[in-house]
Structure formats: structure tokens, C-alpha cells
T-cell receptor, first 115, second 118 residues
Framework: DTGVSQNPRHKITKRGQNVTFRCDPI?????LYWYRQTLGQGPEFLTY????????KSRLLSDRFSAERPKGSFSTLEIQRTEQGDSAMYLC?????????????FGEGSRLTVL | AQTVTQSQPEMSVQEAETVTLSCTYD???????LFWYKQPPSRQMILVIR??????QNATENRFSVNFQKAAKSFSLKISDSQLGDAAMYFC???????????????FGQGTILTVHP
């Protein structure tokens, strides 16, 4: 169990560029979540995958955002035409199905700075 | 929709003393889970303690305990014998019990920064 891994840890980009973040969940976890956390605030839910199926997307996930989880393993979160308001920490979390009290295991996050 | 409110942006405590962090929530559901997560600076969020709403007994994990008041929709965290390593941002979070379209996602409060003074 190596935990939830996120890459890159930090990304600085210019406004208008595209960025992609990757999340590798704990291997036996079929549920995967993306959250966004701005400075001094709590994480806000973005989207949820059960295996490879994206079952829920928050209204926060504008058309410029897309997430995938091919083959139900790792997931990617892409932001197109980045804006300064996209600057935040993007957190990935995973959970194992079948355990009703199961906690979410979080990665260390990918911090995005849009100049 | 559920909401979680943490009204204390910052708290401080002396090492070895006790501190209580407050959390209130709003829900129309009768069954749910409540959590306290700890987020140290530049580190991942980890679970501190969990409470199932159907359990009347307050959860305890070593130096961490909760005061769960279901009717008042209050869920405070008490840290006893505070240690320097307890310094972090603490988040209260809500999760619907099971099934439906909640998919186990968490709704977080705004967080409380805890400073521990030596």
C-alpha cells in the first residue's frame, strides 16, 4: 500500500495554457474522487469515478475541465485554457467499495498556479 | 444539500493542554457519517476520527474524542494532551450514509488552523 499518488506536485503555468494532473489511487480502491481546495478553504467536490465510469460531476467542473479514468486505474484531470481563478490545490482521493464506513484516502495534492 | 460550518478560523493551545474545535452541520437526513480530518502543512489529509450518526456513544481515538449532539447538529473535536505534531488544519466533514447519488463524497467545512505552542 503506497497510498494515493498525485503528479505533478506543483505546476506553474501561464493563463490560457492547458494542464493535466494525474492521480494513482490505492490499487484495490475502485472509487476515485477529485476535489479542489483554495487557500484557507475546505476541499470542494469536483467529480467521482466508480471504476472507469464518471458518475457525478459538480457544477464547479466547467466545460474547460475534463476528467478520465481509463481502465478504472489511474485518473487524469485536464484543465484547458487555464484562468487565474483555476489556481488551487487539486486533491485526489480514493476509497474501496463495499466498506460502508470506509474513509477516503487522500493524496498530497497538485498545486496549480496560473500567472 | 448538506452544509458544514466551522466557525473558528484559528485556534491555539499550549502543549499538553486540551483544545476543542467546533463544527455544526445542516442536513435533513437521519443517517450519515461525520469525520474530522487533519491536514498538516504540505502533507496529505488524514482521518482523525469518525462518527456514525446512529451511534449514541461518542467516538474516541486515543487523545482525540468527539462530542456528537445529533439534535443540535453539532460535532466538536477535543484534543487532549496536545502535542506539537497536532499543529495542522482540521476539517470537519459530512457524508451521507449509503446508496443513492451521494456516492460517498464528503462535504467539508472551511477548516480550523490549530497552532500548538511549546
Amino acid at each position: 500500500d503506497t497510498g494515493v499518488s498525485q503528479n505533478p506536485r506543483h505546476k506553474i503555468t501561464k493563463r490560457g495554457q492547458n494542464v493535466t494532473f494525474r492521480c494513482d489511487p490505492i490499487s484495490e480502491h475502485n472509487r476515485l474522487y477529485w476535489y479542489r481546495q483554495t487557500l484557507g478553504q475546505g476541499p470542494e467536490f469536483l467529480t467521482y469515478f466508480q471504476n472507469e465510469a464518471q458518475l457525478e460531476k459538480s457544477r464547479l467542473l466547467s466545460d474547460r475541465f475534463s476528467a478520465e479514468r481509463p481502465k478504472g486505474s489511474f485518473s487524469t484531470l485536464e484543465i484547458q485554457r487555464t484562468e487565474q481563478g483555476d489556481s488551487a490545490m487539486y486533491l485526489c482521493a480514493s476509497r474501496r467499495q463495499g466498506i460502508s464506513t470506509g474513509e477516503l484516502f487522500f493524496g498530497e495534492g497538485s498545486r496549480l498556479t496560473v500567472l | 444539500a448538506q452544509t458544514v460550518t466551522q466557525s473558528q478560523p484559528e485556534m491555539s493551545v499550549q502543549e499538553a493542554e486540551t483544545v476543542t474545535l467546533s463544527c455544526t452541520y445542516d442536513t435533513s437526513e437521519s443517517d450519515y457519517y461525520l469525520f474530522w480530518y487533519k491536514q498538516p502543512p504540505s502533507r496529505q489529509m488524514i482521518l482523525v476520527i469518525r462518527q456514525e450518526a446512529y451511534k449514541q456513544q461518542n467516538a474516541t481515538e486515543n487523545r482525540f474524542s468527539v462530542n456528537f449532539q445529533k439534535a443540535a447538529k453539532s460535532f466538536s473535536l477535543k484534543i487532549s494532551d496536545s502535542q506539537l505534531g497536532d499543529a495542522a488544519m482540521y476539517f470537519c466533514a459530512y457524508r451521507s450514509y449509503a446508496g443513492g447519488t451521494s456516492y460517498g463524497k464528503l462535504t467539508f467545512g472551511q477548516g480550523t488552523i490549530l497552532t500548538v505552542h511549546p
